[in-house]
Structure formats: C-alpha cells, structure tokens
T-cell receptor, first 115, second 113 residues
Framework: DAGVIQSPRHEVTEMGQEVTLRCKPI?????LFWYRQTMMRGLELLIY????????DSGMPEDRFSAKMPNASFSTLKIQPSEPRDSAVYFC?????????????FGSGTQLSVL | AQSVTQPDIHITVSEGASLELRCNYS??????LFWYVQSPGQGLQLLLK??????LVQGIKGFEAEFKRSQSSFNLRKPSVHWSDAAEYFC???????????FGTGTQLKVEL
C-alpha cells in the first residue's frame, strides 16, 4: 500500500489566494483527519471525518477554512482567502475505523507558505 | 479537559546512552495514551499505545513506555539510543469521541555521536 498520499508537498502562494490541499487516505480506512503543525501551536486537529461524514470540525480556525470528503478515497482542505498566518505544515491522517485509540497513519504533509 | 504535557522541549543524549522522555496526562478515567515519532520532513509514526492491562508497553524500534496512574505519567524509554533515533517525539491522548487525538507539544531528541 502506498500509504496516505498528500499533494502538493509544497505550496507557496500570495495572501488572498485560494489554496487547496489534497489527501488520499489508505484504501479501506474509514476515518480521515486533518492536522496543522506550527512552531507556536504544535499539532492541532482541524477536522475529522468518519465514513465521509464530518464528525468534529471544532478545530477549524475560521470560515476561511473548509474541508470536504466527497468519497472514501479523497479529501480536500481549502483556505479562501489565505493569510500569512496560515503558513504551516498540514497533515492528513487516516485510520481503519472510528474506534478510540486506533493507530493513525500520517501522510508526509503539505508545507504551505503564504506570502 | 483531557490533555498531555511534555515538559522537555529539547533533550540531547549520547549514542548508546539510555533515554527517558516525559509525558504527563490530565484525565479523570483511564486514558488512551500514545507515543508518536516524527522524523524531519515526514509525518508521524506510531511507536506504541496504552489502553489498559499491563502498564509496561513495548513498541517498535526498541522503545517502551510505562503507565503510572499515581504519577499521571506515561514516559517513553529506550535502554540504548541509536543516532537514527534523532527525531521529534509526541505524546498523545484520545480526547473525544471516536479517535480524536490531542498531541503534546513534542520533545526534540538530539543524539550525539
């Protein structure tokens, strides 16, 4: 299995532009998570899905952020409009089911720089 | 609210020396606790986890962790560190329904040759 695949690996954009991050979870996994990592705030859970349904989006910073999971093999995290403070590494992770304590499999992340 | 605290931001050890990384949790019941490792430019990888039962948990890469309820701790240990263990280590706890994890701030491990 190729693991969790994120694209792009790096994204540089200008303030005000729309940014879309993509994630393909491991086949057969039912849960998908979006995390953001910064030096100041560490790893923060933004949102997670179970069976393509958003379960908890309390970590989404504001209305500029939105996430979708149209099917079991694809998810997007969109920022519109982007701001310099959105610069971070964004990780997608998946797990086989929705049970507590299951192992998360992380992608390699997308390094986002907003100028 | 449930949380984990990693009091050490940076730790440096010599190769071959023993290692202990600290993690304290705040949770009323028995928590689901984890240790993950992040190598530079990579995502996180699970080292080990604790749910219940034996308080000494064995993980991958020769790591182990001990759950101590009396001290609210879940410290990660390794008897002999290798240079390839240099990475950032995160303690985490399940804090919500399903598999919602909250991570600590991480401990950056440097290994001196």
């Amino acid at each position: 299995d190729a693991g969790v695949i994120q694209s792009p690996r790096h994204e540089v954009t200008e303030m005000g532009q729309e940014v879309t991050l993509r994630c393909k979870p491991i086949s057969g996994h039912n849960s998908l998570f979006w995390y953001r990592q910064t030096m100041m705030r560490g790893l923060e859970l933004l949102i997670y899905f179970n069976n393509n349904v958003p379960i908890d989006d309390s970590g989404m910073p504001e209305d500029r952020f939105s996430a979708k999971m149209p099917n079991a093999s694809f998810s997007t995290l969109k920022i519109q409009p982007s701001e310099p403070r959105d610069s971070a590494v964004y990780f997608c992770a998946s797990s086989p089911g929705g049970g507590a304590g299951e192992k998360l499999f992380f992608g390699s992340g997308t390094q986002l720089s907003v100028l | 609210a449930q949380s984990v605290t990693q009091p050490d931001i940076h730790i440096t050890v010599s190769e071959g020396a023993s290692l202990e990384l600290r993690c304290n949790y705040s949770y009323g019941a028995t928590p689901y606790l984890f240790w993950y490792v992040q190598s530079p430019g990579q995502g996180l990888q699970l080292l080990l986890k604790y749910f219940s039962g034996d308080t000494l948990v064995q993980g991958i890469k020769g790591f182990e962790a001990e759950f101590k309820r009396s001290q609210s701790s879940f410290n990660l240990r390794k008897p002999s560190v290798h240079w390839s263990d240099a990475a950032e280590y995160f303690c985490a706890v399940v804090t919500g329904g399903g598999n919602k994890l909250t991570f600590g701030t991480g401990t950056q491990l440097k290994v001196e040759l």
